[in-house]
């Protein structure tokens, strides 16, 4: 628990150097390491609670409801949505088939509009109460629902990783899938369809960051200058391969002076695409329309020397006082029972 106070000194630098709009949220499994956990007041509640303490502190946007957040029951987690925690998920159900917990958040961040879709990976054993719903069921209508409302639309889930693409296959307006699967380590952006597929690393070591550069035209694609230095660095490429060819004696031989044309012709094809993607077209312009969203990303270690966020510090003590006194308590002579004859 330590770590969040350096997570959140990191998450609020992040912000303050890059001056722009931004999004927090987590795709579950953030209370609980293990499901279920004994009834009663425990160490582990007493540190979940502390982390949703924390995470509201930190103003964190969303959060779906993965399967090991319900290792405490589903009270546990009513009660701080009750508070105004951010919890989503889109597959619990009560007895009645009516939604648990919110289904979908819309943000806006700065001039964007983002749809903030929840989903719950199987659980077992499931809390008393509640029924889980595929996926397929609930997330076509929801989908069809939300997508006008928003520019960018983002997954938050639990699911496995074959669910995660399959969903990226089926629904192109779907642009970022952030998982809290199986898997334990980061995962760099994958590209399906029209969406990303990310997670960062378990156990809060690393903090993800997805920087987007978003565009009218919702397509994930190259950034312009990213494109261009790829091209530029493949024309450099061709022109040491050519001139090196050009050097050797064999070039007389008619196989080797055809494999010399055909990489001169590579090198004006790219020469092309250079000069046309070096004429951009002014603002507003149907080219603009369909010039592709782009990404950078990271990973960012909580290392030891990190500054610790002083606010969030205080709760973190405050939470190790209470677990102390919890063990204290349970030790004390007064709590045990004394049996005579």
Known sequence: MGGLSKKAFQI??????????????????LLFKQ???????????????GIIKIYSTMKVDAVAVGPLDLAAGLAFLQAS??????????NLLDQQGRPVFELVRIK????????????????????AGITRDDWRTVLPALIKKTTPQCDILILLSSLSPAENQEIAQEFPTLHLILTAGPGSGNMNPQHVNNTLITQTGSQGKYQG?????????????????????ELR????????????????????????????????????????????LEQA??????????????????FLALKPSLPEAPEIKVLVTDIKQQINTLHQNKTSPASQTKITE
């Open 81 to 90: 949505q009750k508070q105004g925690f951010p919890w989503l998920s889109a």
């Open 281 to 298: 077209q002014p603002p507003g312009s149907l080219e603009e329309k369909n010039t592709p969203c782009s990404f950078t990303f990271d």
């Open 35 to 49: 499901s279920p956990i004994a009834d009663g007041q425990s160490q582990e509640q007493l540190t979940a609670a």
């Open 209 to 229: 960051i997805l920087h987007i550069n978003w565009e009218k035209s919702g397509k994930w694609g190259k950034a312009k200058e990213e494109e261009l230095t």
């Open 233 to 276: 660095n493949r024309l450099g490429a061709l022109d040491w391969q050519i001139q090196r060819m050009r050097q050797k004696q064999e070039q007389q031989q008619p196989g080797y002076l055809q494999k010399v044309e055909q990489i001169e012709q590579e090198r004006k094809d790219v020469a092309q695409q250079i000069t046309t």
């Open 12 to 29: 609020k630098n992040i912000a303050t150097e890059h001056h722009q709009p931004s999004l927090f949220v987590d795709s579950g499994n």
């Open 108 to 127: 806006k961040i700065g001039r964007i509009k983002a749809g903030i879709i929840g989903l719950t990976g199987a659980v077992s054993p499931l809390p």
